[in-house]
């Protein structure tokens, strides 16, 4: 790996692990907090629902199109100031989207989904940089923190929507401001920091003259990582409806919904220590795409059992998310490939990813029911284990 000069040394690295923590949980809990009140925000703005489904693919769109960006801002100004301005249009994208008008509305979501976009790509370099003998452990400590704040923000918000002294909706999507402003706060003393993507030596064998897009490998890793962002976002952006036509009450939805974003982080824990274990994590990969068609199928044809369904399919989504922003950082050989390979894979599997809420709500009005929905979801989880086959093998990109 590249030796980082003296000066981009972290003299405080309990304080910058905080901070990396901090900003890990800004990164879904913006985003899954408006599932739970969409309907709301429908019926108050009276949008169409075309529009309605604008609100879940937009932010996946930013993911897609400032994936790329951020490495290249990374390597001009340094990540922990990338991550910092990251911080700062999330505030803003926070402050803006409850403001009341439908344009503030998308605004704020595109400027939310910008920001989240550097998050996602920057964090997993950074662990490469800083912390290369403790990436296993972190990346579940980083998913972990992302899991249950997107749970607490699933969970919380149709309680605040409802609130008899409140506004509505608009505090449901404000309430996030407060990770937010704590997160900036303390990742403020990061800022003086400069320490940049570093570009490989020339001695390094896969440096800039080799890009990332260039590798079987990297395409295998993107694609596990994209058809689990395709069928993950599919199943948050549906599951309160799945469930509400199952005989959900609201209160029971919004429940479910946030058990499967806890659900997805808790797994790390049982996860992590067997990444640290074995050099070749294939059959991991396959394993935790099992556990996805399990919960999948529970859905399909046994409703009824929701509960256990969304756990399972939680395991296995957050557990597949985890093992494939580890392979990420375990796959390459110093930061700069951490941050292209990052860029990369973000960039392809949200793209994948939009298109999927929307493409699927069109399955269900079709085939009036979520049965063949279901059955598509099913069939790209087997083509995500798959890729884990591949993914998973003790190699690094060529």
Not at 90 to 102: F, H, K, N
């Amino acid at each position: 790996m590249v030796s980082i000069p003296a000066k981009t040394a972290v003299p405080r690295p309990a304080w910058l692990i905080a901070g990396i923590l901090l900003i890990a949980a800004n990164l879904r809990a913006p985003v899954t907090g408006v599932a739970p009140v969409l309907d709301m925000i429908r019926s108050d703005l009276d949008l169409t629902a075309a529009a309605a489904g604008l609100l879940t693919t937009l932010p996946l769109l930013a993911f897609a199109a400032g994936s790329p960006v951020a490495a290249m801002v990374a390597r001009r100004y340094g990540l922990e100031r990338a991550l910092m301005a990251a911080l700062l249009a999330l505030t803003a994208g926070l402050c803006l989207r409850p403001a009341g008008a439908v344009w503030a509305l998308f605004a704020g979501t595109l400027l939310i989904g910008g920001a989240i976009a550097f998050g996602n790509v920057l964090l997993p370099s950074l662990l490469k940089r800083d912390f290369p003998n403790r990436i296993a452990s972190l990346t579940s400590g980083y998913a972990l923190t992302m899991g249950v704040a997107s749970g607490v923000a699933s969970v919380v918000a149709v309680p605040l929507a409802l609130w008899p002294a409140g506004p509505g909706w608009p505090l449901a999507l404000f309430a996030p401001i407060v990770l937010a402003a704590i997160s900036t706060a303390v990742w403020l003393p990061q800022w003086r920091a400069r320490g940049a993507v570093p570009a490989p030596s020339p001695r390094t064998a896969s440096g800039p003259d080799r890009p990332v897009w260039r590798s079987a490998l990297a395409w295998q890793i993107t694609l596990f990582l994209g058809f689990n962002s395709l069928v993950y976002y599919i199943v948050s952006s549906w599951l309160p409806s799945m469930l509400h036509d199952a005989g959900y009450s609201p209160a029971a939805t919004g429940s479910l919904h946030g058990m499967l974003q806890v659900a997805s982080a808790v797994v790390g824990l049982l996860l992590m220590p067997l990444v640290r274990r074995v050099r070749d994590q294939r059959w991991l990969a396959f394993g935790v795409s099992a556990l996805s068609v399990a919960g999948l199928a529970g859905l399909l044809l046994a409703p009824g059992w929701a509960v256990a369904w969304t756990v399972l399919y939680g395991f296995g989504g957050g557990a597949s998310i985890i093992l494939g922003l580890a392979f990420v950082s375990l796959r390459v050989g110093n930061a700069h490939q951490a941050a292209a390979l990052s860029g990369m894979a973000q960039a392809i599997g949200y793209l994948l990813a939009a298109g999927g809420p929307t493409a699927i709500g069109a399955v269900h009005d079709w085939a009036g029911g979520w049965t063949a929905a279901l059955l598509i979801c099913i069939a790209c989880a087997c083509t995500q284990a798959v890729f884990g086959l591949y993914a998973g093998r003790d190699r690094q990109l060529a």
